[in-house]
C-alpha cells in the first residue's frame, strides 16, 4: 500500500513541536495509548520534543505539505540500543490518516536510515491486543519476526544478514 500523494516523509526537527503537538492533540486515547503505552489525557511538550530529536537516533514525520506550513500527520522514531547494531523503533500516526499506508511508509523510512547507519535488528513494544504495527510492517514488504518475549516484534534490516 501506498502512502497518499498529497503526503511526504521528511526528518523532524524542533521547529516542528507546534504542529507535532496537535497531531497528538487529534489522536484517539487508543493510539496513544497504543504508541506511549501509558493512559493519559495530555502528552507533555517536554517528551514530544525528545520524540523530535532524540539524542541517540532520529526521527520522521509524516507531513502534508501546506503553504501555512506542513501538517504532521504521523512520526517514527529510531532510538539507538545500547547492543551494536539494534535500535528501537516507534511509530504514532494520527486517527484520520490510518490504514491509508502512512505507518508501512514511516517504516519504509526508518528500515532505510538504519541500513544507512549499519543496524541490523530494529524492534518494537507492541500491546498484545494492537496488530497495527505488524500489519504496517508487512505491507511495507517488511520481515516480522515476533520474538521470545510476548509483544516485540523484531525487524531484521535488509541486506544487513
Do not use: K, N
Not at 506511549?36 to 505539505?65: F, K, M, N, T
Not at 547492543?83 to 490504514?99: F, K, N, R, S, Y
Not at 524492534?123 to 517488511?142: F, I, M, Q
Amino acid at each position: 500500500m501506498q502512502m497518499p500523494g498529497d503526503l511526504r516523509l521528511r526528518p523532524a526537527t524542533f521547529a516542528d513541536l507546534p504542529e507535532t503537538m496537535a497531531m497528538h492533540s487529534r489522536c484517539s486515547p487508543a493510539s496513544l495509548r497504543s504508541r506511549y503505552h501509558a493512559d493519559g489525557p495530555h502528552i507533555p511538550p517536554r517528551w514530544v520534543a525528545r520524540l523530535l530529536l532524540p539524542r541517540r537516533g532520529a526521527a520522521l514525520l509524516a507531513v502534508r505539505p501546506d503553504p501555512g506550513g506542513d501538517q504532521v500527520v504521523g512520526m517514527g522514531q529510531l532510538i539507538f540500543m545500547p547492543t551494536p547494531g539494534t535500535a528501537e523503533i516507534a511509530l504514532l500516526v494520527e486517527d484520520a490518516w490510518q490504514h491509508r499506508g502512512v505507518g508501512s511508509a514511516l517504516l519504509r523510512g526508518l528500515v532505510s536510515a538504519a541500513g544507512e547507519r549499519g543496524l541490523t535488528l530494529l524492534s518494537a513494544w507492541c500491546l498484545p491486543e494492537r496488530a497495527g504495527l505488524h500489519r504496517a510492517a508487512r505491507r511495507a514488504g517488511l520481515a516480522v519476526l515476533d520474538g521470545a518475549e510476548s509483544g516485540v516484534l523484531h525487524i531484521p534490516v535488509p541486506g544487513r544478514f
